[in-house]
């Protein structure tokens, strides 16, 4: 992720936020309640992540446990401790830039352009430190890293509820930004309820299947006072879907005056099946899933007339 963020910022001279879907997230949301292999369906659940049941299956793993609660909390705790270790401690220090480097990168293709990039980064930070500009301040030897997940599981998500005792706003504690899934951002809907009270940044799932006016009315309960960076919308749709959907949702979102920000979710949507039966994805769909979504959200104005494709 530092690696990402180094080459976004250098290449594109802006600022990057660093928000990654860890520590917290450990609910699966499933469309079918039942699961069934090579004929079989279990008389009991479908996986529905480790902070509920197993995925062996069978049916003793896929018996709800309230254990995995705690367990479920415990290992978020650790993770972010991990996190405030490398953002802090040193390791995230523009000046090791080239050590921010996988094993299994080093000697690909890849891996040489990151280090070719990363070398004309630590040359600009030595320039600095020679032209006598400090190189210590905490912008450049710190890192912020923010978590996100969906917010699924509800009871989890209310019992790391806090009311802050300055502003009196509240705040879940189990992630800086929560998402609502394409599965439950039901208008009247429990996650919704939930999400709208409290102060967290918001991530809204939107798939081809979400009508442009109800993703307005979304917006507009979630963020009913209009702030800008409460709320972002998070594409999740195949390619040939964004041609014809996305420009839709941003027109009618632009077209109410909601202040959002736009995510690109290349991945889901995108999904096949491999003929060994495992799900995979395709990189040439996920590669024109992201070009198209960055043509569409970089437009002034999106409407379906202002956009060809060929």
Known sequence: MLQMAVILTFGGQMPTIKVGRLGGQFAKPRSNP?????????????????IINGDTFDEKSRVPDPERLIKAYNQSASTLNLLRGFTHGGFADLQRVTQW????????????RYLELSQRVQ?????????????????MTTAELWTSHECLHLQYEQALTREDSISGMYYDCSGHMLWVGERTRQLDGAHVEFLRGISNPLGVKVSDKLDPSELVKLCEILNPHNKPGRLTIITRMGAENMRVKLPHMIGAVRQAGMIVTWVSNPMHGNTIRAPCGLKTRSFDATRLSSGLSLM????????PEVFTWR
């Not at 039942?34 to 480790?50: K, N």
């Not at 480097?101 to 293709?109: C, E, I």
């Not at 006598?132 to 905490?138: D, E, K, S, Y």
């Not at 569409?296 to 409407?303: G, Q």
């Open 34 to 50: 039942t699961e069934t292999r090579d004929g079989v369906t279990l008389p009991l659940y479908t996986y529905r992540g480790d």
């Open 123 to 139: 040359d600009a930070v030595g320039f600095m430190a020679a032209a006598g500009l400090t190189t210590r301040h905490p912008i």
């Open 101 to 112: 480097n996988l094993d299994f990168l080093r000697h690909s293709t890849q891996g040489d």
């Open 296 to 303: 569409f959200m970089s437009k002034r104005e999106a409407t």
